[in-house]
């Protein structure tokens, strides 16, 4: 069975930071780009980044001016993100996505909470 | 990369069809036939419905179907069933590698 699960959220302060992660069974990994996508409170969903198979080629979301960094591990099946400088507008459910295209979305975990609050 | 403009809610009756446009501008939606959307319960994970403007994954009903026409892409739901009731987005590519989501739109069957 396919599977992504996401960990690491949790509250932390302004200007705190923190490193998401997100665990893959069921499916080759190494073979799909992926995404990192969050959902504030009461808001729509946000495309925050995203990282091809080999992790040559990574893109962010203009908003985040070099605050977040996408990695990947293929050995161990996970996706991270590195957030850092963290603000009250970063609080969100974060998701991690598969792409099997172009923008094909196709599997997306069940999310990991971040509250960024004093 | 401002957020695609979607309706906050549409609702109809068992049976009825119900659309949700989607609207962006020449340099996204306009501008490239990728276009998704994705059916999203609160708490759940999202699930894939529709790619390449009008493209169905497989396992998705053939009543869910996708268009677009300029800068708008739309969603029709064709045959609602009360299981439809949720929240969809619609994305779009936007450039340089970039994806740009719709606000959402809840879908009420009454």
């Known amino acids: 069975e396919e599977q992504l699960v996401e960990s690491g959220g949790g509250l932390v302060k302004p200007g705190g930071s923190l490193r998401l992660s997100c665990s893959a069974s069921?499916?080759?990994?190494?073979?799909?780009?992926m995404n990192w996508v969050r959902q504030a409170p009461g808001k729509g969903l946000e495309w925050v980044s995203s990282?091809?198979?080999?992790?040559?080629?990574?893109y962010y979301t203009d908003s985040l001016k070099g605050r977040f960094t996408i990695s990947r591990d293929n050995a161990k099946n996970s996706l991270y993100l590195q957030m850092n400088s963290l603000r009250a507008e970063d609080t969100a459910v974060y998701y991690c996505a598969r792409d099997r295209g172009f923008g094909e979305f196709d599997f997306w975990g069940q999310g990991t909470l971040v509250t960024v609050s004093s | 990369q401002s957020a695609l403009t979607q309706p906050r809610s549409v609702s109809g009756s068992p049976g009825q069809s119900v659309t949700i446009s989607c609207t962006g501008t020449?340099?996204?939606?306009?501008?490239?036939?990728?276009v998704s959307w994705y059916q999203h319960h609160p708490g759940k994970a999202p699930k894939f419905m529709i790619y390449?403007?009008?493209k169905r994954p497989s396992g998705v009903p053939d009543r869910f179907s996708g268009s677009k026409s300029g800068n708008t892409a739309s969603l029709t739901i064709s045959g609602l069933q009360a299981e439809d009731e949720a929240d969809y987005y619609c994305?779009?590519?936007?450039?340089?590698?970039?994806?740009?989501f719709g606000g959402g739109t809840k879908v009420t069957v009454l």
């Open positions: 390449d403007v009008s």
């Open positions: 994305c779009s590519y936007a450039g340089s590698y970039t994806w740009v």
């Open positions: 020449s340099s996204d939606v306009g501008g490239y036939n990728y």
């Open positions: 069921g499916f080759t990994f190494r073979s799909y780009n």
């Open positions: 990282i091809s198979s080999t992790s040559s080629y990574i």
